[in-house]
Each structure stands twice: as C-alpha cells, then as structure tokens.
C-alpha cells in the first residue's frame, strides 16, 4: 500500500505558466516532505523541503505548500522554463526514521 | 568534482549469476544507501548504512548484501541474480541518517537486467 501517492503520471505545462504537482499521503507520522528532480539517465537531485511545522517553503521559483490536515502537498514552479522538464518525485520521512518514502513520480512536460 | 560514482553502470547478467555494484563518494559524508527504481513506482530502500562500520535492511534487501569497505566506499552484491531484480540501481549519500536525513546525493544509476 502506497504511502506517497503521485496521482498523475505526467503534466504538460506551456512555457512561462505555472506548474503544479502534487503529492498526496497516508502516513499522519510524516513530518518532513523533500521534492527531487530527474532527468534522464541521471539520479535524482534535490530540489526543496518542507518541515511539517511549517506550511510553505520558497526557493526561487519554487514553492511547496503543506496542507496537513489533507495530507496533501504541492509543488509550484513558476513561470515553468524549458529545462524543467524532468521527472519530479516527492519523499516523505517520519522523525527520526532513517528511510524516505517516495511516491512514483510525474513527468513534467514544458511546452515552448 | 565526482560527488557519488557508481560503476558498472549497466550491466547483463543470466539468472543465478552474481556481481558487485560499485559505488564511492568523495564529500566525506557519513551515511550512505542503495535504492532500486521500477517501472511506476517509486524508489525502494535496500540497505543502508548510517556511518562506516554499520549497515541495516531497507524495504526490499531480499537477495542483497552490501558492505561498507570505508568512509567512502559501499558496495551492493547480488550472490544469485533473479529475474525480478532486473531494475535501475542508485547510490546515494548524505551527512546524516537519523532525524532528517537532508538532502541526499545520488550517483547516475546502474542498470541492470537479469535474463
């Protein structure tokens, strides 16, 4: 049973608009959310993170928001650029558990 | 500057055979781990190990070992490939294991398939 759910396997996004993912999950214990990114033939990078005590963390063009009480968070990506085309994956950890659970991803298409 | 090298990175093998993934890292972290990735579904943890000198079972260590050989070095062994081990293999690392474990850093990936 999954529990970090990425809903959608793939979003195109027109150049310059916003892009929205989003991640859904079961375990009420996660307290620390992470966003990677991937290209092809290449690991995941790091891309933000978000603490549960908190509800929004910004980076530059990214933003992830936390809704705790829907289990839900998103990442935003604005205005979307070429080059963010790539697999996002959204991770969760509980406290002081060493493992990441990750959801399955989605493709992120930026259209010129 | 390397970050996390892995090698082979792919890699053909017949059913029972085995062999070593490779990987080394070079920013002096303390905690490092091997993931697989399949098709629609997210990474897996196989093992990790939280500092030189120690190494536990992740989600899926079924039919793996690893080894912790120094700081820098840790190594997946497959003794009997399977079929169903056929996957992308990932090698990451980080400062930390406990708590949050931060950011982690991941090497380029080995794939391999089991006939």
């Known amino acids: 049973d999954q529990q970090v759910k990425q809903n959608s396997p793939s979003l195109s996004v027109q150049e310059g608009r916003i892009s929205i993912l989003n991640c859904d999950y079961t375990?009420?214990?996660?307290?620390?959310f992470l966003w990677y990114k991937k290209y092809p033939a290449e690991g995941p990078t790091f891309l933000i993170s978000i603490s549960s005590i908190k509800d929004k963390n910004e980076d530059g063009r990214f933003t992830v928001f936390l809704n705790k009480s829907a289990k839900h968070l998103s990442l935003h990506i604005v205005p979307s650029q070429p080059g963010d085309s790539a697999v996002y994956f959204c991770?969760?950890?509980?406290?002081?558990?060493?493992?990441?659970?990750w959801g399955a991803g989605t493709k992120l298409i930026i259209k010129p | 500057n390397a970050g996390v090298t892995q090698t082979p990175k792919f890699q053909v093998l017949k059913t029972g055979q085995s062999m070593t993934l490779q990987c080394a890292q070079d920013?002096?972290?303390?905690?490092m781990y091997w993931y697989r990735q399949d098709p629609g579904m997210g990474l897996r943890l196989i093992y990790y190990?939280?500092?030189?000198?120690?190494?536990d079972k992740g989600e899926v260590p079924n039919g793996y070992n690893v080894s912790r050989l120094n700081k820098r070095e840790f190594s997946l062994r497959l003794e009997s490939a399977a079929p169903s081990q056929t996957s992308v293999y990932f090698c990451?690392?980080?400062?930390?294991?406990?708590?949050?474990?931060?950011?982690?850093?991941f090497g380029e990936g080995s794939r391999l398939t089991v006939l």
């Open positions: 920013m002096n972290h303390n905690s």
């Open positions: 991770a969760a950890s509980e406290g002081s558990n060493y493992q990441l659970i």
């Open positions: 375990n009420s214990m996660f307290d620390y």
């Open positions: 190990s939280a500092s030189e000198g120690t190494t």
């Open positions: 990451a690392s980080s400062e930390r294991a406990r708590g949050n474990t931060g950011e982690l850093f």
